[in-house]
């Protein structure tokens, strides 16, 4: 920057004393909460102790990246992750694809908004009443589901559903669904109000049937949000969701359960293992950056919609 | 096949499916209503389904006199109310000041805010950073770090940059102050966008118990109603009924309650407030929603 643009920035900042003034203590804010945390990752390379602060720790370099990688736990941990992370991603979003498809089809102005509205209500409940409600409905005592399938005899005494490993990942993606179907539906639906009507009238012109209209209009004419969101949800693989995750684990079911955030909170707070846990943090930042810019390249490359 | 038989199969089908999405959406609710208002020992035999069978409020009113209920309910108010408003109020002036084009700082600044939509230090480091900010057990940290957003923030500023320009121009000409325009002019103007990001705050801050779980759990006064729903929930789980047991009991002799009736009546205290708010504000979030994909 030379030195007549600095005196200009200077000259223009002092007519814009008001703004300036609003906003700096906002800006102050912001460093201290969001960029004072991100310098404490200095503490994933050193043995950090707390008296000395980061400023006194000693440096120990990728020590603690190693006993992270060779933990037996971590590896479990990231296997849960993913798994939870993939099954709640296309779950999610071909359930509420789905959705939104039959509510493009609804005429009925009523019925349509009625839908929507009850379904995308379930987004706006906590993750603990959302937990309290399905343990309900899992309920080996009188919960709906085992009532139902007893009632048509798939099963013939209650399945304890949460305490079952093998279930556990797939309760997690259809829970998920049942908060979330709704509201991640809204944004197709808007997608879908945007495709021009004319398509649909020449598609039926042509002799196409319904289905053939969906497959051919609707489809490609949100294939460019479809693919913007699930770029942005690839970046977020290692955000399993563990408020639902420690609200719906038990004791039988915790081997599976544990993902990333769990074992964050339980190594740093717990055990009192701090810069283990920092390192665990960097890494999962530099995975989310690193699956987003990849995703994004790749869809780039296919000649389609980049988020960047 | 024809057409028209085509488009009845397809109609049913579709018909089905979504009222069966309404019935698997709504039945637990309704269901743990009317357990809620179920007589405990009655809920016990099994079979509540929609309605009450032997009604009761006993169950409610065993959990208005618990003193931690009390105490959570009045936190999580008041953080609802002083959280919202201060995170509408200061991402609104932000927005105000990076929608100025005469203000040189505006775009290394709205980058400086929109890399942390990106990139955390991780739970670790900030913890310690609210215990040297003395934030930890303290009603401060339920609003302080969450002052602003940066999704809030671009929101707000796509919708005031929508506004006509003439109107800041002609403000200025009378010889009035930026921090005039802000208040008198801009404000009243953007309330649909503050109403619905208000909205959204607050069903963060509602909603909300890690931060208890994580800063403030020793702090009695300081809880919040989700977080002790979610003791109670983990409390039932590992089968020890700790206080909600004792509380249960006491109920018992004076009109009966279980865990399981206790747990209903707090599950719809937590939910209830949200249900009653959402169907007359959906209009906003859904613009709400669109506003911030647009220009994200």
């Known amino acids: 920057m030379g030195k007549g643009k600095t005196a200009t920035l200077f000259k223009e900042l002092g007519r814009n004393k008001t703004l300036l003034l609003m906003i700096m203590p906002f800006v102050i804010h912001l460093i201290i909460f969001r960029y004072v ?33 060779s933990e037996p736990l971590f590896l479990k941990v990231i296997r849960n992750t993913l798994a939870i992370s993939t099954i709640k991603l296309v779950l999610g979003t071909s359930t509420s694809l789905f959705l939104a498809i039959l509510l493009n089809e609804t005429r009925n102005k009523y019925f349509k908004s009625i839908t929507q509205t009850i379904t995308s209500l379930p987004h706006f409940i906590s993750w603990v009443v959302t937990a309290s409600l399905v343990r309900e409905m899992l309920s080996t005592d009188g919960g709906m589901v085992n009532e139902f399938l007893m009632f048509i005899k798939v099963i013939d005494k209650p399945i ?140 780039h490359k296919l000649g389609e919609t980049a988020l960047f | 096949m024809t057409e028209k038989t085509s488009n009845i199969i397809f109609d049913s089908i579709k ?137 809030t923030i671009i929101v707000i500023r796509t919708y005031i940059i929508g506004l006509p320009e003439s109107l800041i121009e002609a403000a200025k000409v009378e010889g009035a102050g930026e921090f005039r325009i802000f208040m008198q002019i801009i404000l009243p103007l953007a309330i649909p966008v503050l109403a619905t990001m208000a909205l959204f705050a607050a069903v963060d801050h509602w909603n909300s118990w890690v931060d208890t779980w994580l800063f403030n759990p020793k702090k009695k006064e300081l809880t919040t109603l989700q977080y002790e ?25 004076s009109g009966g309650t279980t865990p399981k009736s206790i747990r209903a009546a707090m599950t719809m205290i937590a939910a209830v407030p949200i249900m009653l708010v959402y169907p007359f504000l959906q209009k906003y979030f859904v613009t709400g929603l669109t506003l911030g994909g647009v220009k994200e």
Not at chain 1, 51 to 66: A, Q, T
Not at chain 1, 237 to 265: C, H, P, R, W
Not at chain 2, 70 to 97: D, E, H, K, W
Request: glycine share 8%; proline share 3%; net charge positive.
């Open chain 2, 15 to 151: 018909l089905f499916v979504l009222i069966f999405l309404l019935i698997i959406t709504l039945y637990p609710f309704l269901n743990l209503l009317a357990i809620s208002f179920n007589e405990a020992q009655d809920t016990a035999k099994g079979g509540i389904t929609l309605f009450p069978r032997v009604f009761s409020t006993a169950s409610y009113r065993t959990l208005f006199r618990l003193p931690e209920l009390f105490t959570g309910f009045v936190n999580s108010v008041l953080r609802t109310v002083i959280g919202s408003v201060t995170q509408v109020f200061s991402c609104a002036m932000i927005a105000y000041v990076l929608s100025r084009k005469s203000f040189p700082l505006r775009k290394p600044l709205s980058l400086l805010w929109i890399f942390t939509m990106y990139v955390s230090g991780g739970l670790i480091p900030y913890y310690f950073l609210m215990r040297s900010l003395g934030l930890l057990n303290n009603f401060h940290i339920y609003w302080i770090p969450g002052l602003t957003s940066a999704f």
């Open chain 2, 229 to 253: 729903l979610m003791k109670k929930l983990s409390s039932t789980n590992s089968s020890k009924a700790g206080k909600l047991g004792a509380a249960a009991k006491r109920g018992s002799r």
């Open chain 1, 160 to 299: 304890l559903w949460l305490g079952v490993q093998k279930y556990f990942w797939w309760l997690m993606g259809w829970t998920n669904v049942w908060k979330e179907i709704g509201w991640g539906a809204i944004i197709y639906l808007a997608a879908m109000t945007g495709i021009d009507s004319q398509l649909y009238e020449a598609a039926k012109i042509d002799g196409a049937s319904r289905i053939q209209r969906i497959i051919h209009v609707t489809i490609p004419g949100i294939k460019a949000t479809f693919l913007i969101l699930l770029i942005m949800n690839i970046g977020y693989m290692l955000n399993a969701g563990y408020e639902q995750m420690f609200l719906l684990k038990s004791g039988l079911t915790q081997d599976v359960a544990q993902v990333f955030e769990l074992f964050a909170i339980e190594w740093g707070l717990n055990k009192l293992r701090y810069s283990f846990a920092a390192a665990s943090g960097i890494f999962a930042s530099v995975v989310s950056i690193i699956l987003i810019t990849v995703t994004n390249k790749i869809s």
């Open chain 1, 37 to 69: 945390p991100i310098w404490g990752w200095i503490m994933a390379f050193q043995d950090y102790n707390p008296l000395k602060g980061v400023s006194g720790s000693e440096f120990v370099g990728l020590k603690h990246f190693k006993a992270l990688f």
